[in-house]
Structure formats: structure tokens, C-alpha cells
């Protein structure tokens, strides 16, 4: 698990061929590592060891940090410590204890619970205690990184990734990321030839910034170039493939639950060929309709864990058992993730985020989030009185979707655009908001706007908090939304009216782009709070949480 | 296997009797293709690998196509008056998936996937193919100046996107006015209804609705009976079917096969099975549930531009004849010249470049070929004048004739400096030399099928003739004594323009 972190942390190994990059690649490449480095769930050194000159500095800098952290969590260490016989004298509250710097009792945890508390509001002890255990945690594990980074960068003018290093380690920017060079997509092209995949065409000129993003049209599906009765892929990934090209299956849930029916289809369906092993074929077989899926809408991180997850359930069968077994065994798995990781999290979510309401609430949701949906319905049916105030946005208005649900239980609802936020945040006293993905720097990846509703509830200090079950954590880090991100159809962005749609011909100005952002990055300080179905953490514990599932699995 | 296609070659060609009483439909040639060869490269060209092919079986002993698809030609009994929705009752024990069904007549260059995403993408009950109707650019020949009546219109009802099928009626069935539902205007309180329409009788339909058909015997036609039926059933759940059953006690089991196409429905669509969870639901105006719920749904696509014919009567079949060598040429089979290369032409250059000559064909010196097709083993010798004709397999032109937009058929024979405008001329007719006509028919009829043609014919091929010409009807009864069904008759009808 650590290796991994540091991997997505400190990642970036230098481009491949350094002159085939654009220098504009390059720099952001860099904002990316630095920006990873910077970020990381506290102080993450960068794996590479930097060139020969500026070694010392840099260690230097590295030093004064993990000085500093050390002090710190001494000083926390210290802090906990002195709490607990502080507060069992109850003799003289008043007095001032003695000594050259009076710690005031109420400023005593961390800048990191900090946050969390003031939302909490009447949180309990265990929960606070819950809290403080998960940062140690985390902290000591972010010591144990140290340590093995330590090694390494210790060793002086080590050469720029040595050949010695195990593959392994060397994670590759993901080619999603990579669009506008050139090298990267004839990599990709080669691999969907092979895999029997057409390459879907990118549509019409993008904003410069995100011009290494995949851009499609949904008027040009995949399909226009297959054969029609689907050959080379099962026809229920055709299927799926063109629900979400089509955005009619939506929503992070919706669109792993999807996935996982139809694979479980899909190893219905399947057959071993004569000579080949079913763990080794299967993997094979999917690998193609993964990447078709993946043109079809760049898979979500719910999609992408639930892939790992499977992949690594196919090569774990044995091969003694019969094919029959074998299917038997994976349809069984997939049921039970599905069941446990969707269903029951969401219940235990629910359960959770309904100690969080209270009678008289006014609770601000934005957008479209089946788990918020769902949150907000039970607590109302189990007698909550509360009302909801929808915030939507365009071009998607999945809002309204939001709206239909709640008025339908007979909750009392409010209707606004994201434009009126800073209106009706005066009278909120809640924002609950879902999530696409939780990164492991506790940035929440969300439907763009996400981090716009959260800043301006900071600045109106109304608690924010998230809900995002776990199986949606992603050991990524992103600290903001140009990385990677995704470009929907910027066709959507052209409201027809009774004038005619001015931005019809948009194509044809040179002068002009469309951008249709799909996804934005919340920094954690701006949220309060995560409801997972482990309980309720603040978002800087993503990394303990995926600790702990590596360690599980 | 995601797909099966049925191609339907059974149809006689009703209305276009003048063609199809000596060449059955499907093989009319139309761009020296057999008409079933259009529909077939369609699916061919889209990747299709095995079709099945239900016709009679005349048909199957002419048809002889070079495709490299497996054809699976299913004969139904000469005798029977079968409709479509009856053949495909009769092959559905080879139906083992979703079914795509074509119609023989269809020439289209739409992209056949668009009509399959639709389907696809919505876990479709059915979705069809449409196209706004064209006005024919060229004039039918023996016909003068004066059009058919309009055939009776559809009115084809869709929602704001254009691709939910809502609500179809034929002008036959409707009195005074168009009635709706009232659920279907509870759930779609904006419709538009089209009319204009052309349907390219092209089906995507679920396994389901083949079994129900196969059950229930009391749909015979495809178009006219099924599809109605299932943009009807959109909006009717199937709870209130069964109380409905329960008032009709008396043929309950007649009922029930009839009414419920829900019971042979399965659970297997994925937009059912994560409704809760998607934020989609098709339509942003209200606040119902995503697709209303409804579990039959019907999409049509409605194609904007590119062709689509469907070759039902003489006027599009010519229609068809002049579009096509720009199709084929372009889409269908750009490896294979306009010219074929064992046809010898003496003139090149004057040959038209949007003109097809078939194999073994003789074009003479100084003659002139222009937005025509000829069929193949055909004679036209020198200084021959062909404008906008079509001209079939083994015809013989003489010197010095001057065709304008005639059709020839097969064998005909046309003497020396004929000149010919608008004229239709029948199997082997032999035409006097220097015969001048304008606006004719001349044909010989052999009746086969029934007394039912003969009484509908008459008025039909009179009604070629502009009011005010002259016109001499010349019938010869040769033989009407082999029985009721059968009745053969020379017929030769000629018209002179005054």
C-alpha cells in the first residue's frame, strides 16, 4: 500500500523520449508531480531523486519537513496525553495551569481535527477519539513511507530512474491523460487493433488546457464503425457501451452496478476454448470490452476498482475447479460486491449521515447523487423533519432527477441553479453532497460545481459533508481539476431555443471553444467531514481506509 | 449472436402490376441488381454473416445472387395468402435472438447502426426506420402529366427528441378525427405528429415479440397489425389488461393471448434494474419516473437525408432506377465500373458517366447513353438516341431509334427509327419500325393469380391515360377457362395523345 502511494505521489517518471513531448505537456507533467508531491496526505516527498545539483537542497528541504512532522506528532502525542488528566480533575476548572505557555483546553487537537469538529458540532467523545486514532494512523503511516523513502534518498547521485528499479514501480501516466501526444495515441491505437476495438475519433477543437483529454460526440458512437450484430464484443457490452455514451445510465452507482450485471453476463456466456486455462482466457476476453467501455465514456473510479476487484478474483480461482465451479464461484463474487460494497454501504451511509440531521435542518444537496437520494428519503421516513434545497446546474440538470425523488417521499423541496447559491446559503445548515471518487490527498472528486458550493459554504461556515461509500476511494492524488479530468460532448452545451441556438456553429469559429467539464476536485479543507460506510472520517484518512482494504484483500 | 435477419421477399408486387406480372418482385432489376440485392448488401455491408430469406418458390428457383453471406431461403406455400407477420410466425423456430426484418423492395444508404443503437441503447421493444417522403423528381412513363391519388398517410406521432415512437394511425382506420389517449397524453403532454412519412418497413424486434406473434394467429401483417399494436401497448400497463379480462369472460382465452404481450417479457434490461440510481430519465419536463416505467418501448428513426426507397409502385421503382448508379457507384459496390467490362461499347464518350450498361452488351456507333441503364446481353445498334430509360436484360434496339424516359422490359424488341417518348413497353413486344409514341403502354398481361387483378386492373392501367386523349382499348381474352383462379389474357391497350 505504501509503495503504491508513493507511486501515485510521486509518479511521474520522466517522459518517454523527452523530446517528443510538447513543452506544454512537460510543464504541466510537472505542475502534476509537484502538485502530487506537494499534496499527498501530508508531506510526500518525491520518490525520483531529483539530478545531481540539486540534491542537497532538496534533501535539505526534506529533512526540515520530516523534522517538523516529527515535532509535530510529538507534540500531538504530548497534547493527548496531557488531555485525559486535565479534564479528570474537575477540581478547578478555572485556574490557569501553570507553566510559561497556558495550553488552552478547547485549542488542544490538531490543525487536522480542527476542521472536523465545528461541523460535528455535538459529536460525541468516542467519535472524536474515533477520529484522533484514524489520524494517528495515518500519520504513522505516512512515518513508515518516510522510512522507506528514506533509504534511497539517502544514497547520493542516484541516476534518474536506474534500470535497476523494478518495473513495477514505475507507474505510467495513464494514456486517458495523454491525448495530445502523439507517441501515446499510436501506443493506443495499436492496442485497440489488436484487441479488435475501434478507436473512436475525437471530436472538434478543445480548450487548450485540456487538450490531453478525450473529447467524443455522442452523435458518433462506436458503433458506426462495427459490424452490427456484435461479433468481437458481447453484445451486452455493446449495449452498456452505448448507455453511457448516450449518458442514459448516469451516476457513479448506477454505472458500476451496470457493469458488474453485465459481466456477470458476460462470464455466463462465456466458454472456455479447448487449451486454455479460464482464469488466463477470461481476463483476456474482458480486456477488450474493458477498453471498448473505456471509449465509450472514460471508466469512473467505482468502475475502475470494481475491474481490479474482479481481475483479481478470475486469477485467484484455482485451476482445479470445473468451469462450471469456476463461473458459479465469480457470479458469486460479483453478487457479493455488489451486495456489500454498494447496497449495504449505502445503508450503513444512511444510517450514519442520519444521526447527522436533525429536526429543522435545511439541507442543501447539488445535483444528482443516488446515495444522497437515498440518505435523505430514509431519514425522512424515519421521522425527520427537514427541508431540502435542490441546487442544479447546466447543461445536465440532473437536479431536477434529485427533485423528482424527494418530492415523490414528500419532502419539502427548493429549487435553485448553482447561480443562486450564495442566496440561499444564509438559511442552510447542512451541505450533503455525493461523490465520483475520494483521492488519497482526501480531495473529493465530484460533478463539477462541487467545489464551488463547498467553498462558498466555507465562506458561509456552513458544515460541508460528503458521502461516498469506500469501494469509491482511488489511491490516485489530484490537487486540482486540469489533470485528469473528463470532457463531455460540448454539443450538450448548445441550448436550442425558439431564436434558434446561437452556438450551433461553434466548429466553425476558430475563435471559439466549448468546454463541457464533467468533473472537479475539492481541496479537503473545504470539507468537514466524510460519511463512509466505516463510519464518519475526515477526508485526510483516504489513505488509512486504503491501507487497510490492501491489507484485507 | 446479438442479431438474426429476415428478409421478406414474399410480397407480389400488388402495386405495380405492369412490372411484376412477368418478373416477380424481388428480382425486378433495378441498376442491373436484382431489387433483393439491395437489402442484402445492406446487411452484408454492416456485417451480418447469415440471413434468412422467406419467398416463394418461383423466386427461389431465379434468384441467384454472389453474396458472401449464408442465405437461408425459407419457401412459403404458393397457395397461402400469407402476410408478413404470418411469415415470420412461420420461421420462428429459427428466431433465437432479437430479430432485425427487412422488406425485398428496400433501397437505402442510411447507417444501418443508427436504427440498432436506437434499439439498443433504450432496450427497445421495437424501432423502425422512416423517411420523409419525396416528391418523384422524373415523370412515370405511360403516364402522363397526372398523378396517382396520394396514397393514405400515416400520422406518426414522436416526442420532443423525434426518436420515441408514440402514436401511429393510418388514414383508413381514422373516421373524422385523430383520437389519443388520454395516458398517453398523461406522460407525453408534447407530441408531434407527422405525417409525410415514409416507412422503410425495417424492424428491429425484440426475441419476445416473435413469441409472442408465433402464439398469437390473429395478426397477419407485420406493418398494419404488430407495430400498431405495440406503439399502442406503450401506454398500457398490464395491470389494468387484466382487469379488462376479467370483464370479457366468455373468450378470456382468446383475450389473454392477445392482449398480453407483457407475460412473455424478461426482466433483463439493465435501465430497469438500476433505476434508482441513474439520474436520467429521459425526458426533464416533469417529474415522472424514468421512461415512465413503461416496459414496451417503440423508437423510429427518422432519417434527415441520404435515400431510402422502398420499390412499391412504377413511379418509385424509376425513381429508384435513375438514384441508384450514383449509390452504387459511390457506396454499395465501388469496385464494380458502371460499365461492365464485357459490355462493348463503340462510342465511350458518349455514354453518360451516371449511366450503367450490364454485361455482353452491343452499343453500336454514334449513340448516345444518358442517365440510363441498360440490362444486360442487350443489342442496340448505331445511332441510337436513349435519354432517361431504363432498358432491361436482352433488349434489341435497332439504328436510328430515339428512346425518352421509357422503361423496356425484358426482350423487347424495338425496330428501326422508333421513336419512343414516356412509353412503357412490356415483355418481349415486338414495336414496329418507325413507330412514333408518346405516352403509351404497351404491354401483353398474363394474370395468374386471380379474378381479384383482373377487376382491379382495368381501372388501374386506363387511369394511365390523360383525360382528353384519344384511346383505343384493344383486350384479347385468349383462354378464361381454367378455373376461377386462373386467367390469362392478351391484353394490348394503346393511346394516342390528340
Known amino acids: 500500500m505504501t509503495l503504491s502511494l508513493q507511486d501515485v505521489g510521486g509518479a511521474v517518471p520522466p517522459p518517454a523520449g523527452g523530446g517528443a513531448v510538447g513543452g506544454r505537456a512537460r510543464r504541466r507533467l510537472q505542475r502534476w508531480r509537484s502538485g502530487g508531491g506537494r499534496s499527498g496526505a501530508g508531506p510526500l516527498p518525491s520518490r525520483e531523486p531529483p539530478a545531481d545539483g540539486q540534491t542537497q537542497e532538496l534533501s535539505k528541504e526534506e529533512k526540515l519537513q520530516l523534522r517538523k512532522d516529527k515535532k509535530q506528532q510529538k507534540k500531538k502525542r504530548r497534547d493527548e496525553k496531557g488531555q485525559p488528566p486535565e479534564s479528570s480533575i474537575p477540581g478547578h476548572p478555572q485556574a490557569p495551569p501553570p507553566g510559561a505557555v497556558p495550553p488552552v483546553p478547547a485549542a488542544v487537537p490538531s490543525e487536522g481535527l480542527a476542521g472536523s469538529e465545528k461541523p460535528a458540532g455535538g459529536k460525541s467523545k468516542a467519535e472524536l477519539r474515533a477520529e484522533r486514532r484514524a489520524k494517528q494512523e495515518a500519520d504513522r503511516a505516512l512515518k513508515q513511507t518516510k522510512k522507506v523513502e528514506s533509504t534511497p534518498a539517502a544514497a547520493p547521485a542516484k541516476p534518474r530512474l536506474p534500470p535497476s528499479e523494478p518495473q513495477s514501480m514505475v507507474k505510467r501516466v495513464p494514456e486517458h491523460v495523454q491525448v495530445d501526444d502523439p507517441a501515446a495515441q499510436r501506443r493506443l491505437a495499436k492496442k485497440l487493433e489488436r484487441q479488435q476495438v475501434p478507436l473512436r475519433p475525437d471530436y472538434g477543437a478543445k480548450v487548450n488546457l485540456f487538450s490531453h483529454l478525450h473529447q467524443y460526440s455522442r452523435k458518433v458512437p462506436l458503433t458506426q464503425q462495427m459490424t452490427s450484430p456484435a461479433t468481437a464484443i458481447h453484445p451486452a457490452v455493446v449495449r452498456l457501451g452505448l448507455q453511457y455514451s448516450q449518458g442514459l445510465l448516469n451516476g457513479s452507482n448506477a454505472r458500476c452496478l451496470a457493469l458488474l450485471q453485465v459481466f456477470r453476463q458476460v462470464i455466463r456466456d462465456y466458454s472456455t476454448p479447448p487449451n486454455e486455462e479460464l482464469s488466463r482466457d477470461l481476463v483476456a476476453r474482458l480486456k477488450p470490452y474493458i477498453s471498448f467501455l473505456n471509449q465509450c465514456r472514460p471508466l469512473s473510479a467505482s468502475m475502475g476498482n470494481a475491474i481490479k476487484y474482479l481481475k483479481k478474483e478470475i486469477s485467484g480461482l484455482s485451476s482445479s475447479l470445473r468451469e462450471e465451479e469456476a463461473k458459479g464461484k465469480l457470479q458469486g463474487s460479483i453478487d457479493g460486491y455488489v451486495r456489500e460494497k454498494i447496497q449495504l454501504a449505502a445503508e450503513a451511509i444512511s444510517k450514519y449521515a442520519f444521526e447527522k440531521i436533525s429536526d429543522g435542518d435545511v439541507i442543501l444537496v447539488y445535483g444528482c447523487s443516488s446515495l444522497v437520494n437515498r440518505t435523505l428519503c430514509d431519514a425522512h421516513d424515519n421521522g425527520r423533519a427537514f427541508r431540502v434545497i435542490v441546487v442544479d446546474s447546466r447543461p445536465r440538470l440532473e437536479g431536477r432527477d434529485t427533485l423528482r425523488r424527494l418530492v415523490r417521499e414528500g419532502i419539502r423541496c427548493t429549487y435553485v441553479m448553482i447561480t443562486a447559491i450564495s442566496y440561499v446559503l444564509p438559511e442552510v445548515s447542512k451541505v450533503l453532497l455525493g461523490a465520483h471518487a475520494l483521492l488519497a490527498n482526501g480531495s473529493v472528486m465530484s460533478r463539477v460545481g462541487t467545489s464551488q458550493i463547498a467553498l462558498v459554504s466555507k465562506a458561509y461556515n456552513v458544515p460541508v459533508l460528503v458521502c461516498c461509500e469506500t469501494y469509491k476511494f482511488c489511491e490516485r492524488v489530484q490537487t486540482d481539476s486540469f489533470v485528469s479530468n473528463e470532457l463531455d460532448d460540448p454539443d450538450d452545451l448548445i441550448v436550442p431555443g425558439k431564436g434558434g441556438a446561437q452556438l450551433r456553429g461553434w466548429k466553425e469559429n476558430s475563435s471559439l471553444r466549448l468546454l463541457n467539464l464533467v468533473y472537479d476536485v475539492t481541496p479537503p479543507e473545504l470539507v468537514d467531514l466524510v460519511i463512509t460506510d466505516l463510519g464518519m472520517i475526515p477526508c485526510t484518512s483516504v489513505p488509512v481506509v486504503l491501507r487497510v482494504k490492501n491489507v484485507e484483500q | ?498
Not at chain 2, 242 to 266: A, F, H, P, T, V
Not at chain 2, 269 to 286: V, Y
Request: proline share 4%; glycine share 6%.
Open chain 2, 1 to 498: 449472436m446479438e442479431f438474426q435477419a429476415v428478409v421478406m421477399a414474399a410480397g407480389g408486387g400488388s402495386r405495380m402490376m405492369d412490372l411484376t406480372s412477368s418478373i416477380p418482385k424481388p428480382l425486378l432489376p433495378v441498376g442491373n441488381k436484382p431489387l433483393i440485392w439491395y437489402p442484402l448488401n445492406l446487411l452484408e455491408r454492416i456485417g451480418f454473416e447469415e440471413v434468412i430469406v422467406v419467398t416463394t418458390k418461383e423466386v427461389q428457383k431465379l434468384l441467384n445472387l454472389d453474396t458472401k453471406m449464408k442465405l437461408d431461403i425459407v419457401c412459403i406455400p404458393d397457395d397461402a395468402d400469407m402476410g408478413t407477420a404470418d411469415s415470420l410466425r412461420h420461421i420462428h423456430q429459427k428466431i433465437k435472438t432479437d430479430v432485425l426484418v427487412l422488406s425485398c423492395d428496400l433501397i437505402t444508404d442510411v447507417a444501418l447502426h443508427e436504427v440498432v443503437d436506437l434499439f439498443r441503447a433504450h432496450d427497445a421493444t421495437l424501432s423502425i426506420l422512416m423517411k420523409k417522403a419525396q416528391e418523384p423528381t422524373e415523370m412515370v412513363p405511360g403516364q402522363k402529366g397526372k398523378k396517382k391519388p396520394v396514397e393514405q398517410r400515416d400520422f406518426i406521432g414522436v416526442d420532443d427528441t423525434g426518436k420515441r415512437l408514440l402514436f401511429m394511425a393510418n388514414e383508413a382506420d381514422l373516421d373524422e378525427e385523430l383520437v389519443i389517449k388520454r395516458s398517453l397524453l398523461q406522460k407525453h403532454p408534447r407530441m408531434h405528429i407527422r405525417t409525410g412519412l415514409v416507412d422503410a418497413h425495417l424492424y428491429c424486434l425484440k426475441k419476445y415479440v416473435v413469441d409472442f406473434l408465433a402464439e398469437n394467429r390473429s395478426l397477419t401483417s407485420i406493418r398494419s397489425e404488430l407495430i400498431p399494436y405495440l406503439v399502442r401497448k406503450q401506454f398500457s400497463s398490464p395491470t389494468s389488461l387484466r382487469q379488462g379480462q376479467d370483464n370479457k369472460e366468455q373468450d378470456q382465452k382468446k383475450d389473454q393471448k392477445s392482449l398480453d404481450i407483457y407475460s412473455y417479457m424478461k426482466g433483463d434490461s439493465l435501465l430497469e434494474f438500476a433505476p434508482d440510481k441513474s439520474c436520467w430519465n429521459g425526458h426533464s419536463i416533469d417529474l415522472n419516473e424514468a421512461l415512465h416505467g413503461g416496459k414496451v418501448r417503440c423508437y423510429v428513426h427518422i432519417m434527415k437525408e441520404g435515400l431510402c426507397y422502398r420499390v412499391n409502385t412504377l413511379g418509385l421503382y424509376i425513381e429508384a432506377n435513375r438514384q441508384v448508379p450514383k449509390l452504387l457507384s459511390t457506396l454499395l459496390c465501388p469496385e464494380e465500373p458502371l460499365v461492365h467490362v464485357s459490355a462493348q461499347v463503340m462510342d465511350r464518350g458518349l455514354v453518360g458517366s451516371d449511366s450503367i450498361i450490364g454485361s455482353s452488351t452491343q452499343v453500336g456507333e454514334k449513340t448516345s447513353i444518358k442517365h440510363s441503364i441498360i440490362g444486360s446481353t442487350c443489342t442496340i445498334k448505331d445511332r441510337v438516341k436513349i435519354t432517361n430509360c431504363i432498358i432491361m436484360n436482352s433488349v434489341t434496339i435497332e439504328e436510328g431509334s430515339s428512346l425518352q424516359s421509357c422503361l423496356v422490359c425484358h426482350n423487347a424488341v424495338i425496330e428501326k427509327g422508333a421513336d419512343l417518348r414516356d412509353c412503357l413497353i412490356g415483355s418481349s413486344q415486338r414495336l414496329e419500325p418507325k413507330c412514333k409514341q408518346g405516352a403509351v403502354f404497351i404491354m401483353r398481361f398474363e394474370l395468374m393469380k386471380g379474378t381479384g387483378y383482373f377487376l382491379n386492373f382495368l381501372p388501374y392501367s386506363l387511369s394511365f391515360f390523360p383525360p382528353g386523349c384519344s384511346s383505343k382499348l384493344m383486350g384479347r381474352f385468349c383462354s378464361r377457362n381454367m378455373g376461377p383462379c386462373h386467367i390469362r389474357m392478351d391484353f394490348f391497350v394503346q393511346a394516342t395523345s390528340s
